[in-house]
């Protein structure tokens, strides 16, 4: 009965390379976030998604595309990789204007080599 | 914008002591809510406690609370009872609950329990 999923938990990849992390959630929640930990273990906000919309992009490059198929999906794309854009990325996922937390998924472990 | 500061990269404490790590943030607002996540080893991310601002009473989950101040813009963290488990970085977060719905962190606490 995972709540946030997201897959795969680990990505090695090459510089250059295209990889999409996916991510879904069961709980109902009306909106989805990408977040990005670096190496000093620092979460910073990239994506939110409402229903659907973006809602929130917080001047990541544009080789970063989140989807949002429906609300209980959010996707990540990254083209053409970066040494620099190895982190753990987070999806998360909360209700809408209640002021709750936000429900975390595992993670995913993304080494540009 | 809204900034968390957390002002101890790290934190050790003996197995059954009681340790309290703080957190202060800078807003604007006056509704808006605090929390505190934990990250063990696993890399999970897992809720602490909530404060919401407008209660003046401070938050409580079994051995953990927290010491609000809302004029201070202070929001600490008290774990009781110290136990192996808990070791772990800490988070504090911040988020208001109209427009722009993103948590902002801070940069955390590692949280050593000494056995």
């Known amino acids: 009965d995972t709540a946030v999923s997201q897959t795969p938990k680990y990505l090695v990849t090459q510089m250059g390379n295209d990889k999409s992390i996916k991510c879904e959630q069961n709980l109902g929640h009306d909106t989805m976030y990408w977040y990005k930990q670096d190496s000093k273990k620092f979460l910073k906000i990239m994506f939110s998604?409402?229903?659907?919309?973006l809602i929130i992009n917080e001047t990541v490059p544009n080789r970063f595309s989140p989807k949002s198929p429906d609300k209980a999906h959010l996707n990540l794309h990254i083209n053409s990789l970066e040494l620099g854009d190895s982190a753990v990325y987070f999806c998360?996922?909360?209700?809408w204007g209640l002021g709750t937390e936000a429900f975390f998924g595992q993670g995913t472990r993304l080494t540009v080599v | 914008a809204q900034t968390v500061t957390q002002s101890q990269p790290e934190m050790s404490v003996q197995e059954a002591e009681t340790v309290t790590l703080s957190c202060t943030y800078d807003?604007?607002?006056?509704?808006?809510?605090l929390f505190w996540y934990k990250q063990p080893p696993s890399r999970q991310m897992i809720l602490v406690i909530r404060?919401?601002?407008?209660?003046?009473q401070n938050a409580t989950e079994n051995r953990f609370s927290v010491n609000f101040q809302k004029a201070a813009k202070s929001f600490s963290l008290k774990i009781s009872d110290s136990q192996l488990g808990d070791t772990a970085m800490y988070f504090c977060a911040f988020r208001t609950n109209f427009g722009n719905e993103k948590l902002t962190f801070g940069t955390g606490t590692r949280l050593t329990i000494i056995p």
């Open positions: 404060q919401e601002a407008y209660k003046q």
């Open positions: 998604y409402n229903n659907k919309e």
């Open positions: 807003t604007s607002e006056n509704n808006y809510y």
């Open positions: 998360a996922s909360s209700p």
